[in-house]
């Protein structure tokens, strides 16, 4: 791949609501699997890093991806959830792990 | 498919809290793992480590913290070509051949 060291355009603003991609590629991924498929706000851009996909082969990583918290409802991560219904969990996912919803 | 280590969200027992005593092997991996994961070394990343400990897959469960961090250093090593399958072969014949010879003479 050709090293771009400028970043991806950040395709979310704080609110927007998105999907989780819901796939199951090999390799190290960071996107935890219970979130996978689940729909939640984006909660803050967190900036732009090397993606660790590509780092974890010892490729560059880049261009860089946005990375953003996202806003789950853990009602809506977990049906049978007994806790507070008010109830957050954020997450830290790329951009290319993420669709508008 | 849910891969081994990723096991958020899962229902488990409770954290033990008690302290262990740390053997020597242990002290000595993560010295090694604090040099080559230095940063002015650039010789092994963290994103390189956790691939080749995910890549344990059946074997995950049935090694220590420390052991899979031993593990994913070799790997990472011999895949980015700073020691070779030889050295490392010899090198651990040699230790086990040593450790032999003080177990006899102890």
Redesign the interface.
Known sequence: MSANPSAVPARFKRGDPVRVRRTFPPGHIRTPYYCRGHTGTIERICGAFPNPEELAYNRSGLPAQPLYRVRFKSTDLWPDYREDPTDVVEIEIFQHWLEPA | ???VH?M??LHDGPVPREEHDWEPYAKRTQAMNTLLRSPSRGMV?L??M??NT?DLADSYGKLNYDERVVHSLAQVLL??GVITIEELGGKMAEIEARQRQQGQST
């Open positions: 498919m849910r891969r990723d958020g969200g990343s994103d390189e956790r691939r995910e895949q980015r």
